[in-house]
């Protein structure tokens, strides 16, 4: 398969304006989306390593580099973000819109890199690439339910704080599609397999779960998951995806007691995920890369979460 052909495969038109892009990067990062009214919008540019490829996507569209006027982020953690400074070196006249919980770390991102390094590990953080400053003039802060006009269409920032307290899911309008961000969890269709995105320091269970009822109450007629794809909801969809949370929970509550855990480190995080393989057997058949990220990221995040929980 030449390059232009495996480009046009990572290309899904969802809409006669909008675009999913990707899954961007080798091993899979997450998915794009690209939105073409009167003003064009890019959300979330992912980290560095996935610049070039998502730049080459956007130009098989037939967008040029000077037609972007927003990337909209859902929230500033590297994968979703980091690669915003050298996406506006290329996207010239693009603004970046940013959640305002964490656009003062966009600015100065010294903060965000050293925590996502202690976080997913020296070989993720490398392969990914660090975030650079994003200049003041190129970005705007972002409150709240913010609504973003694109012509025909408008985009609302609405708060999704479980994941972490600067993550956003966006609506828009009037097309009734949500963009999803990390509200959902990981979707791997290749394997059947969903798991939660739940990354320490920050994320809260019960604020999460309130988000998923909330993606739930606001009936998109399609909810696009950063990673990796796109799904129609529905009441089972979203009844399965609170049982997983739940169960992972209810797991790591159970191996912190067992165990007496006062705190945790990559060792006990690979023995949750042995444990939560047993209940769901999709988890053996996942690609190294997101087994990896699994381990490091999320389990890390229920386990910080449980010990966070007053013991009664």
Same mark, same amino acid.
């Given at each position: ?12 038109? #969802? ?8 899954? #961007?990067?080798?091993?899979?990062? #997450? ?11 890019? =959300? ?21 580099s ?6 909209? *982020?859902?929230h500033?953690? =590297? ?21 305002e ?19 997913i ?15 003041p ?17 408008e985009i ?7 994941h ?44 999460a ?33 609170k ?10 509550n ?11 480190? *990559? ?27 699994? =381990? ?17």
């Amino acid at each position: 398969m030449d390059e232009g052909n495996s480009a046009r495969n990572k290309i899904v038109r #969802l809409d006669d304006h909008i675009f999913r892009l990707g899954p #961007l990067g080798s091993p899979r990062v #997450l998915s794009s989306y690209l939105i073409v009214d009167d003003k064009v919008a890019v =959300i979330d540019c992912g980290p560095s390593s996935v610049k070039n490829e998502l730049i080459e996507l956007i130009k098989e569209v037939g967008i040029s580099s000077d037609e972007i006027d927003y990337l909209l *982020l859902t929230h500033i953690h =590297i994968d979703h973000a980091g690669g915003t400074a050298s996406f506006l070196r290329h996207f010239s006249h693009a603004r970046a819109m940013i959640p305002e919980k964490g656009y003062k770390h966009m600015l100065d991102p010294a903060i965000l890199n050293a925590s996502s390094l202690a976080i997913i590990g020296e070989k993720i953080f490398r392969h990914w690439g660090a975030c650079e400053p994003v200049p003041p003039h190129l970005a705007s802060s972002v409150a709240p339910f913010t609504k973003i006009d694109l012509g025909h269409s408008e985009i609302q920032y609405i708060p999704a704080p479980g994941h972490a307290p600067h993550h956003h899911i966006l609506k828009l309008e009037p097309l009734s599609i949500l963009f999803a961000a990390d509200s959902m969890g990981i979707m791997d269709n290749e394997n059947n397999a969903l798991i939660p995105t739940t990354p320490p320091p920050s994320f809260d269970f019960e604020k999460a779960i309130q988000d998923i009822t909330a993606v739930e109450q606001l009936a998109p007629k399609l909810a696009c998951i950063a990673h990796f794809q796109e799904l129609e909801p529905s009441s089972s969809l979203f009844g399965r995806i609170k049982i997983i949370y739940e169960k992972w929970l209810a797991r790591t509550n159970e191996l912190v007691r067992q165990k007496s855990i006062n705190g945790y480190d *990559l060792n006990v995080c690979e023995e949750l995920f042995a444990i939560l393989v047993k209940d769901f057997p999709e988890y053996s058949r996942i690609s190294g890369d997101l087994r990896e990220q699994a =381990i490091r990221i999320d389990c890390a995040g229920m386990l910080n979460y449980s010990l966070r929980r007053p013991r009664v």
